[in-house]
């Protein structure tokens, strides 16, 4: 499973660092920074499923998982941890 993360990560970044910059343009656009490298995917936010940001850019449609970066931009989903029940013990 990190093996296949850290080569979407990679891919992600190398296909898509033409359109990187760190800032937003519009209202619609959000910034995606890439925890490992920092590497800033920026576009139009499509959609959030399963954990992933679809993001639109200039270079296509990106399926970015949530949990390798974090967002800017209006179109940002707020990730939510499982926390135990008060006295539970167990996550």
């Known amino acids: 499973m990190v093996i296949k993360v850290n080569g979407m990560i990679r891919m992600i970044g190398m296909s898509l660092l033409a359109a990187s910059t760190p800032s937003i343009v519009s209202a619609n656009d959000i910034a995606l920074t890439i925890h490992?490298?920092?590497?800033?995917?920026?576009?139009?936010?499509?959609?959030?499923?399963?954990?992933?940001?679809?993001?639109?850019?200039?270079?296509?449609?990106?399926?970015?998982?949530?949990?390798?970066?974090?967002?800017e931009g209006t179109g940002c989903v707020e990730m939510s941890v499982p926390t135990a029940a008060a006295g539970d013990g167990n996550l």
């Open 36 to 71: 490992q490298n920092g590497t800033t995917i920026v576009g139009e936010f499509a959609g959030f499923v399963d954990n992933f940001y679809i993001v639109t850019t200039q270079n296509g449609t990106a399926y970015v998982p949530a949990a390798v970066v974090s967002c």
